[in-house]
Every structure is written in C-alpha cells, then in structure tokens.
C-alpha cells in the first residue's frame, strides 16, 4: 500500500511541469507563488507599451454644489516613459479639453512636466520634490496599475508604488495562495499581512479585485471587470474602480469611489509622438527645483483658443432656462476676461523680458 502511495505521489511530481494554465485552476492547491510570477513576468515581457482612454466619474471629483464630476483621461506607457491627459466635462457635456484645468502630465523616470493648454501656464518639477512636499501622491495615470498589478517592461517603479506590483506582493516573505470564490467565481487569493488579492488562473492571473492595507482599519480596494486579452496572455479590464473603504469587525463603509469605463486600448503601438514632448509654444514656464522662468516663444493662437472657449461656452447655455440676450451677455463676458486675460499675460511676459534685459545691461 506506501509503495503505491509512494508511486503515485512521483508520477505526479514528474507529471506537474505540464499541466496546462486550465489545470493549475483546477488543481490550485498545486499552484506557487512562484509559478504565478513565472507567468505574470512572461507576459510583462511580451508587452512593449499601452494606451488607452476612459471615460471616467467618483466621489473624489466634486462640484463646488458637491455633485460628481465626470472627466476624460488618456493614459501611456512606455518604459520609465508615462503620458497622460485629464479634462472635466461641463454641466452640461462638452468637449473635455474646454475645460479650463484640462492638464498634459508627463513623466520620464523622475523629471515631471505638466502644462494646462487653456490658461497656457506650465510647470517642470521633480517628481519626488512634488511627494517631498507633500502635493502628489501619485502620477495621475497609474490607478490602472495599482488596480491591476501590472507595469510596462523595463519600467523602473517609483519606491511609493512598488508596494502595489503583483511581481512585489509574490515574493514577499510569508505570502500565502489558496483557492477561493469571488462572486461565484473560481479564483486563487494570494495575501499577506497587508495585502489581498484575488486572481484567475484561466486569464493567465489577470487581478479580479485586490485589497491594499492603508492603516488598522482603512483600505484601497480595487476591483477590474470585463477583462478582455488584448495580446496573448495580456488581459485588462473594460471597467475599474477604486475606492476607499473601512472595514470593521461589525460593518464596512465606503469613503470615496472613482470608476473608470475603458473606451479603447492600444498595445505594442507606434506611441513616439506621445512621448515626444516638447512645451506648447505659448508656455509660460516655472522651473520649481531651479525657481526658474521661462516663456516659451509662440502661442499666437491663444485669442483664437480662448474665442473658441467662448462660443463653446455659449452653445453649452442653449438648453438652459437664460433667455438669448443672457447668453450672448455671458458670451460678451467671458471673451471680455479671456482677452483682458491675454493682455495681462503678454504685458507680463514683455516685462520679464524687459527686465532681464536690463539687469544684463
């Protein structure tokens, strides 16, 4: 009887190398953290770059009335390279880069440049100056990254951000996997002491949902759905969320949630004019490590940018309850201030100019 026990247990040893990813799901108990990492790092390597655009809204984006905000966000990577817009929507929905905070981030490796092309004002700062100061936590484009695990090949990760890596969470010491349902669904939860993380081993390990330890009793939980392979063995999600929840003994308690619904994705690409930056002609430049100025020659569009700002804003108002003589008032308004804006904005840059001159003479 041992003997065939012990026969048993060698054909298994001998024959688990090849058991397929649809095996590991059914056997999880079999499953390593090691050989989860095998395969997410496989995949890592086959994936070059990503972008993708989403339509996004949340507690955490508010009015000045405390109603949620919808904005507009394209994401890229590449390497140490990351690329990313952001722009609210009106009341009522327009173009999201009318609006006057729509912003440009960019970031490659710690250098951070961000510009708002509508005010035409700009900043290049490093990255960990902005945390050191305690202004960002951080880049706006990497929520699809902490919700997911996943990081573009030959990223380097920020130290505050590699906390959230699947790869950093699979060889912590201690770190244990199980099978496990999440809503009715057959998947393996790997977790440590601060960590959880739910995972199907069908979609080569793609996350479901994943649990971040904030404090004793706060959490970042994010959860991915619709996940579709974009390249072999590569699966995201069409949806995400984050939120912040507190979890007690007793209850749970969402405190802000921010849901972003993937419009399109884009994997491998050509993505060189994403990460060809240079600043908008026009920029007015602060250089916050140096506390440097710098205008940047150009921008003789900006009256043209600014009447186009007007009459969007003038068409947003033709549903609402102003009568005609209002809205071509509020039109009149804005142009009025946007031009006084302009004014005041090359009056200032002339004045730089002039005076660096003088203090060179």
Request: glycine share 4%; hydrophobic share 35%; with cysteine.
């Amino acid at each position: 009887m041992r003997l065939c026990l012990l026969v048993s247990s060698l054909v298994l040893f001998l024959l688990s190398p090849f058991y397929s990813d649809e095996c590991l799901g059914k056997t999880s108990n079999l499953v390593s953290p090691t050989q989860i990492l095998e395969k997410i790092s496989e995949v890592r390597e086959s994936v070059k770059n990503l972008r993708y655009e989403a339509e996004c809204g949340g507690t955490h984006s508010m009015n000045s009335d405390g109603k949620a905000r919808s904005y507009h966000v394209v994401v890229a990577f590449e390497g140490d390279s990351r690329y990313a817009e952001l722009g609210h929507y009106g009341t009522v929905r327009s173009t999201w880069k009318f609006d006057p905070q729509w912003v440009k981030h960019f970031l490659h490796n710690d250098e951070l440049f961000i510009e708002k092309p509508l005010t035409r004002t700009a900043v290049n700062t490093k990255r960990t100056t902005l945390k050191n100061n305690g202004k960002v936590g951080s880049f706006v484009c990497e929520a699809i990254n902490r919700a997911t695990g996943w990081w573009p090949k030959d990223a380097t990760l920020p130290e505050s951000l590699e906390h959230y890596s699947l790869q950093h969470l699979l060889r912590q010491d201690g770190v244990l996997v199980e099978p496990d349902l999440r809503e009715g669904q057959e998947c393996l939860r790997i977790h440590t002491n601060d960590q959880e993380c739910w995972v199907d081993p069908l979609r080569s390990f793609a996350v479901i949902e994943r649990r971040v330890r904030l404090n004793e009793s706060n959490w970042f939980v994010y959860r991915n759905y619709n996940l579709e392979e974009l390249s072999p063995g590569f699966w995201m999600p069409r949806r995400f969320e984050t939120s912040l929840e507190q979890r007690e003994i007793e209850y749970s308690r969402v405190f802000s949630r921010d849901v972003r619904f993937v419009v399109s994705y884009q994997v491998n690409c050509d993505l060189d004019d994403q990460f060809a930056f240079k600043w908008t002609p026009g920029m007015f430049v602060r250089f916050i490590d140096s506390n440097k100025q710098q205008f940047e020659k150009g921008g003789e569009d900006l009256l043209d940018e600014l009447s186009e700002y007007a009459s969007a804003q003038l068409a947003r108002t033709k549903d609402d309850s102003r009568t005609p003589s209002l809205r071509k008032l509020i039109a009149m308004c804005v142009l009025f201030f946007s031009s006084l804006a302009v004014g005041l904005f090359l009056a200032n840059a002339i004045w730089q100019r002039f005076f660096r001159e003088s203090r060179g003479a």
